[in-house]
């Protein structure tokens, strides 16, 4: 069973377009993350959702809006693509808020042509 | 504000080595955890270790180990015996525990180091 999902692995699409990717998890945690992989694998935070709350929101642009149905599912839609948002989107999910640790899925790579 | 620097960003060794990866961290709260995490070629990111700022006591599980040094602000991280599945980026990740903060419970990543152990 797997405990974070992403779906689609892999996104390409051209610059403009608007584009969702989904996260679910299974492992009955409240709290649940967006974080973005550049191309140097650097790692930074996104947005963090505490029981369908908003709790980190992190400075990103406002083309990117987060939306969490219910706490098992965060996803992450992004409008008016552009080249510099190619990169690995990682959806995490925790315990709780505080600093627990945090369980990844297995990214979505982005390509913006 | 927090910060994490992985001052190695490659390292490559011979199977059988022991390699050490190196992290220090800044943060002006007094509560706060770090983290180990490994990103092999795969891509996903695999969760090794959390150590609470309180306790300083080294760790050991299998052929890991991790010294944490609260005088130098370190957390670094020992592979015994290097084998190349370990073969990976591994990062360094720190996250401030005060409840309220405006680093509450966000993980700070480090550059990340990536680790090549040959044949």
């Known amino acids: 069973d797997t405990a974070v999902s992403q779906t689609p692995k892999y996104l390409v699409t051209q610059m403009g377009n608007d584009k969702s990717i989904k996260c679910e998890q299974n492992?009955?945690?409240?709290?649940m993350y967006w974080y973005k992989q550049d191309s140097k694998k650097f790692l930074k935070i996104m947005f963090s959702y505490n029981n369908k709350e908003l709790i980190i929101n992190e400075t990103v642009p406002n083309r990117f809006s987060p939306k969490s149905p219910d706490k098992a599912h965060l996803n992450l839609h992004i409008n008016s693509l552009e080249l510099g948002d190619s990169a690995v989107y990682f959806c995490?999910?925790?315990?709780?808020?505080?600093?627990?640790?945090?369980?990844f899925g297995p990214g979505t790579r982005l390509t913006v042509t | 504000a927090q910060k994490v620097t992985q001052a190695q960003t490659e390292i490559s060794v011979v199977e059988k080595e022991d390699v050490t990866l190196d992290c220090v961290y800044e943060t002006r709260d007094t509560t706060y955890y770090l983290f180990w995490y490994k990103q092999p070629p795969s891509g996903e990111l695999v969760f090794l270790i959390r150590?609470?700022?309180?306790?300083?006591q080294n760790e050991i599980s299998g052929r890991y180990s991790w010294n944490f040094q609260k005088s130098t602000s370190s957390f670094n991280f020992t592979i015994t015996a290097s084998q190349v599945v370990d073969s990976a980026v591994y990062f360094c990740a720190l996250s401030e525990a005060s409840a309220g903060g405006t680093s509450y419970g966000k993980l700070t990543f480090g550059q990340g180091t990536i680790l090549t152990v040959h044949p």
């Open positions: 492992l009955g945690h409240d709290t």
């Open positions: 150590r609470n700022s309180f306790d300083e």
């Open positions: 995490a999910s925790s315990l709780g808020p505080g600093p627990y640790e945090q369980y």
